[in-house]
Each structure stands twice: as C-alpha cells, then as structure tokens.
C-alpha cells in the first residue's frame, strides 16, 4: 500500500512539471527587432534626346523628316549649259541613259522651296529605277514610249511638265515654264517650278508623305574623311563610249568637289554658285541595254569609290529588292559619309572608267621686303644728296660768272 502511494506521488508531481513546462511555452513570446530601412526614390537615368536628319544630306531637323522625295530630270549636253539649281539637289545623279546622251537626275527633299529647276528633260529607264528606289515622284518633259510604259509597270507617281503646263488648267500650268531669257533653245528651255509641282501633285491626291522611321541607309557625319584613303585631289569619270568626262576637282579652302566638265567648272545660271559637293559616290554596275537605253542590274551590286576631303577608298554597294542603295567599306561595315550633298556616279559600260591623281598645290613663296634702313644710313644719304646739290649748284654759278665775263 506504500508503494502504491508513493508511486501515485511521483506520478502527480510529473504531471505538475509537464503542465508548467507547458504554460510557459504558450506565454512566452520570443522578441524581435524590427528595423526600417529608409524609402529611396528611383534613379532615371537621363536620356538624350533624339537627333533627326534630312535623310539625304544629312543636316540636322527640328522634327522627323515625314516628306517624300522629288527626283527631277536635268539636261546635261555641252549646249544646254549652265544648269540651273542643280547644285540644290540633295543627290545630283550622273549617268550614260541612252546611246551618246549622258544626263543627270536631281533628287530633292525641299522641292517645293527650288523654284526652278533645269533644263528638264526626257525620263529614262535608269531615271525610272532610281526613282523607284527611292519612292519618289518623278518629274520630267515625256519620254520613248517603251520608257513610260517601264514607269507606268514600276507603279511610279510621274509628271510630264512639259504637257501639264501647256494646259488650260492653271493649276496644272504652274509645274513649269520655257525661259528664253538664258539663251535656252528647244528643247534644253524648260524649267521646272517646285512649289507649282507640290501643289499640283497634292491636288491630285499623290501621297507625298513617308513614315518617319523610313530608312534611305546614308549613315552622317560631321567628318567622313577617309583616314587611310589615297590622295585625290582630281578625279575623272569617263562616261559611255567615251562620250565626255566629269572631272571632280577638291578645292581646299572649302573642303568640297567642284564639278568641271567640258573643260570649265560648272556654275548656277541664275546665282553663279559653284556646283560643288561634300560627297563623290561611284558605283560600279552591271549595266545592260534595251533597244538604245542603257540601265543598271541594281539587285546586283557591285563595287565602287567613295571620295571625301580630297581622299579616295574602295566601296562595295548593294540593293535589297526596291529599298535605297546601301553602300559599306570593304571590311563590310556601313559606310560613313559626310554632312552636306552628294555627287552620285552609276557607270559599268567597258569603256567607262574612274582615275584620281593628289595635285600638289603650288607653293606660295614669301615676297621679298627690303631690309630697312638705320638713322645712320639716311643721315649719310641725306648729306651726301645735300653735298652733291650743294656742288652742283657752285659749279653752276661758277661756270655762270665766267661765262659772263
């Protein structure tokens, strides 16, 4: 009986210490720190704000260039010169079009702003593609019908001038006009005027709008001088059958190329202004002929020259199905070209071929300045020409008094 209670004594006092145990974890509360970081405002990181530029030359814009590209055709025979706001295109395109006719194709972003521009004439088959690659819309004075046909099947927005302003429609009259005041004769006497073509071609419904982010592929620089080209100074384009030369001079004291041909440089009838450029491109095509016109396989490709600051490197240039050419340096990087306007070469017929040469200009020597004389000299020089007349002047009434004797 003892036992018994003793063992129901233990048994009690177990009982009490787990019950304890047990209150004390459900009353205990661990204690933790809680701490607060300070609230921190998000960093921007400043951004700088967008550069836009004319896609063809390059100069900087207050807004997105959004406009569309004008390509006007421009006679180039030795007796239909001087032209006449050529040098404002963006892009002044040289090339052999037909069977002894090499002629020019201005493309122009502010043709609205030129108010004439000449003398205009024919489309042809390289003026249609290149207008097709650009998307603009080409003005010119008719054409072959075989070449009107080709424009009309490339879907190209094109106007005749010379048939829109001899009509009664005096909207339609005021695209251009024929000027005989600067010794112009048919058919080298008719002059585009843009801001009659701008008007005309809205009136009509033509798009003259681009989306913004259309690429045209001319990468800028302030500075596109080729730092390890060769020296050219002058460089001469031989076009079609030898037909005639351009020869492109660098004039130093204004960086660019001055435009020479049929042995003079070439300047603006109206202003005089120089046609010079900031960039020379050659590109070297496959050229093939249909009936007399002579055309380029531009989804070929090719090689070429790029000329800038009086230096020359090779190029290579492509088109990817109707975009703009593409040109790149022979590493395969796009090719960087200067600020400012383009003179745009296409030849590949056999016998049409570039040269370039440095031309040393001529030293200029320092003109020769008599040393000055000291105080010393001129006192000596005065006493001696003071002496002599004083002589002189003796003898003289010497001679007098014995003559007179």
Same mark, same amino acid.
């Given at each position: 009986m003892r036992r018994v209670f003793v063992s129901l004594l233990i048994l009690a006092l177990l009982l009490s210490g787990c019950g304890s145990a047990r209150e004390v974890e459900e009353t205990t509360v661990a204690e933790t720190t809680v701490v607060t970081e300070p609230e921190t405002e998000p960093t921007t990181v400043p951004t700088e704000p967008p550069v836009y530029r004319n896609p063809l030359n390059g100069e900087i814009l207050d807004e997105p260039y959004t406009g569309r590209i004008f390509a006007h055709t421009i006679t180039n025979t030795q007796d239909a010169l001087p032209h006449v706001? !050529?040098?404002? !295109?963006d892009i002044l395109l040289e090339c052999y079009v037909s069977r002894g006719v090499v002629r020019c194709?201005?493309?122009?972003?502010n043709i609205g702003e030129v108010e004439a521009i000449g003398g205009t004439r024919s489309t042809r088959l390289m003026f249609n593609k290149v207008a097709q690659l650009y998307d603009a819309v080409l003005v010119h004075a008719g054409g072959f019908g075989m070449v009107l046909e080709d424009a009309d099947n490339r879907d190209l927005d094109h106007f005749n001038i010379d048939s829109l302003y001899r009509q009664a429609d005096p909207l339609a009259q005021k695209v251009g006009y024929r000027d005989k005041q600067y010794r112009r004769y048919a058919p080298n006497d008719l002059f585009g005027y843009g801001p009659g073509i701008v008007e005309y071609v809205e009136a009509q419904g033509v798009r003259t709008t681009?989306? !913004?982010?259309?690429?045209?592929?001319?990468?800028?620089?302030d500075d596109a001088t080729p730092a390890d080209g060769e020296a050219a100074d002058e460089i001469t384009i031989w076009y079609g059958q030898k037909t005639k030369n351009t020869v492109m001079k660098y004039n130093r004291s204004t960086g660019k190329y001055e435009y020479n041909q049929y042995g003079k440089v070439m300047t603006d009838q109206i202003t005089g202004e120089v046609e010079d450029f900031n960039n020379i491109l050659i590109l070297e095509a496959s050229i093939y002929?249909?009936?007399?016109?002579?055309a380029a396989n531009f989804h070929c490709g090719g090689t070429g020259y790029y000329a800038c600051g009086g230096k020359l490197i090779p190029i290579t240039w492509e088109c990817t199905g109707n975009d703009p050419i593409?040109?790149?340096?022979?590493d395969g990087e796009p090719l960087n070209i200067n600020v400012g306007n383009t003179y745009l070469s296409i030849i590949g017929m056999p016998s049409e071929t570039v040269e370039w040469k440095e031309v040393i200009p001529p030293e200029t020597e320092p003109p020769v300045t008599e040393p000055e004389e000291t105080v010393a000299e001129t006192i000596l020089e005065t006493v001696a020409e003071t002496t002599a007349e004083t002589v002189i002047e003796t003898m003289a009434e010497t001679t007098q008094e014995i003559l007179s004797q």
């Open positions: 706001n !050529a040098v404002k !295109a194709l201005g493309l122009y972003t681009q989306p !913004a982010d259309k690429q045209y592929y001319l990468n800028f620089v002929e249909n009936y007399i016109y002579t593409q040109c790149f340096t022979m």
